[in-house]
């Protein structure tokens, strides 16, 4: 299947006609946007590249002179690394745990909502039934709630239940050690739910409908109409989210400080936090450390902006 975007960038630029899509892409493309693109793109990358010098410079470099020097005086080492990830003194980092737990949060909590966002968006954008239309609205209205003001009765609703004139209608979860994962996994999809279903609720009722009522006819149902014919559509759209999701959640300080249950459940960002308090001074472990936690969120970016231009340059040009 050929996208209008597909058709419009296989065109000279020339040719591109003079439709809301092609104005946007003439703008996009321009010398000016690329300039400052480029620019953008240079203020972006040098702190990082001075983090990343930083974190492999010596102890006694890092605390005397800037990074710049590293060019004049090169030496490098990965004993801060070592010490911030793998440590055995009180004052290191042991970030290797913190590490393990971050990824144990950010997975499932980008899969949840992957999963709950996709099923609820092509029931709310294929199916028929009464008041479809004011759940949407409702579903799109909750976007406006501030997540500080879901904390507390999420937490109320974790350790007491539902209870209405004393009569229990559901039982607190009383999760302990390492189940209290799973109330930070409900969290973070119960917040990324309104978000998702409106982004992909977008997409798929943009998608041809005479794709859906061809399958309908050759006698696929709705769960294979689902798989076969909507999911591989709508694969940007999923990457952009789940980019977005993965972002969020893995830099997360304040839902993960409040349900995932103490330090031994803690993410990275939480002892970086510590240390940025207590070992102020520490800045060949606090560059090591922060380098660590940008590490995964660089890869999991640049293996999918392929999808997430893809995505946005969709969502801006339909319609």
Known sequence: MSTGTETIAAMPESEVPATPAGRVRKRLTSRTASAVSLVIALLWTVPTFGLLVSSLRPE?????????????????????????????????????????????????????????????????AWTRFRGRDWVYI???????????????????????????????????????????????????????????????????????????????VDGASHAKIFRSVVLPLIVPALASFAIFQFLWVWNDLLVALIFAGGPKNAPLTVRLAEMAGTRGNEWQRLTAGAFVSIVVPLIVFLSLQRYFVRGLLAGSVKG
């Open 138 to 216: 409702g579903i799109f209205a909750l976007q406006i709630v501030p997540l500080q003001m879901a904390l507390i009765p999420l937490l109320q609703f974790f350790t007491k239940g539902v209870a209405i004139d004393g009569f229990q209608l559901l039982p607190a979860w009383d999760l302990e050690n390492e189940a209290k994962f799973v109330t930070v996994w409900f969290a973070h999809t119960c917040f990324a739910l309104p978000l998702g279903i409106f982004l992909l609720h977008n997409f798929m009722a943009e998608l041809p409908g005479e794709l859906v009522e061809a399958a309908k």
């Open 60 to 124: 006694d470099q890092i605390k005397s002179n800037g990074w710049w020097n590293f060019f004049s005086d090169p030496q490098l080492t990965l004993d801060n690394y070592q010490e911030v990830l793998f440590g055995t003194t009180a004052s290191s980092g042991r970030l290797a745990g913190y590490f393990i737990n971050s990824l144990v949060i950010t997975i499932p909590s980008v899969l949840f909502p992957l999963a709950f966002a996709s099923l609820a968006a092509y029931a709310l």
